[in-house]
Structures are given as C-alpha cells and as structure tokens.
C-alpha cells in the first residue's frame, strides 16, 4: 500500500475521461461514496441494449459543455441521504485526478444544484489514500500548479 496523502476539506481534481480540470470538489469524511453534479441523466435504448446518457455539471458551471456522455457500463444503488432520506441513484465509473495520481472511482449522479462544489469525495476513495486536514484546502491542486511551474 502507498503512502497515506494528506488532503484538506476541498480541493480541485481532474476528470479526464470528461475532459474537466480543477473542478472544486468537498471532502466528505461522512459519505460513504462520491457524487457528481449532471445537469440530466437518463435511461435510454440504443442497438436493442440499454444506455445511461449524462450531461455533466450545469449552465452555471464555468466548464459546462453540454456534451453527452454515453455508459453501457452503470449500476444502479439506494444511496441515504445525510437528511435520511434514501433515493436510487445511478452509479458510474470515471478516473479522477488527485496529487497526479490517477484513481478508479464509482460516482453517483445527482443534481447537486446551488452547492458551490459539483464532485463530494466520499469514504469509499478517501479510504487507504488519504488522510483529511480540514484546515487545510486545495493541496492537490497546488501540488499540481508547483510541477506545472517546474516544467515550464
């Protein structure tokens, strides 16, 4: 097992398979699994099979595109929320980018609007990676400007 990073209560990742960078997300030591801000998510049929089509983020999102991502490969869970209330939600696998480490991750879809950060980072990643400084902030994401400066 690597070396347990530190991590504040936010940061800034990368989704590449989304083609995002330094989108904020929270740390969320009571979640269990990590969530993802979509504009839409639905259930579609293509060739016979069934498909989730996702828009990430939304209009209000500097990053926003509108762009629609396709998943033959989702799973569907009840998640509990923090109010108690329990939902099924759909689950999908995207890599996110921390310290310039690249991580396997399922995310639950969810409209998270009016919260300023649209990715929370649950206890499913956070779990044998990191440990969490809350009076801290943004430690990957300075990690990563410093290479950027040393490439230059």
Known sequence: ?????????KD????????LQD????????AYSCSIHCESF???????KPVLVVVFLDAEH????GNKFYFENYKTKKVKSSTGHQQERFFVSLDIVLFGETFKTDFSLTKRNGLRNPILLGRKLL?????INTTMVNLSY???REIEKSNI
């Open 1 to 9: 097992m690597s070396e347990l990073k530190i991590i504040g209560r």
């Open 12 to 19: 800034k990742a990368d989704l590449p398979s989304l083609n």
């Open 23 to 30: 989108v904020d997300v929270k740390i969320d030591s009571g």
């Open 42 to 48: 639905e259930l579609i049929e293509m060739e016979g």
């Open 62 to 65: 500097p990053q926003f595109t």
């Open 127 to 131: 779990n044998h990676h990191f440990i």
């Open 142 to 144: 300075k990690l990563k």
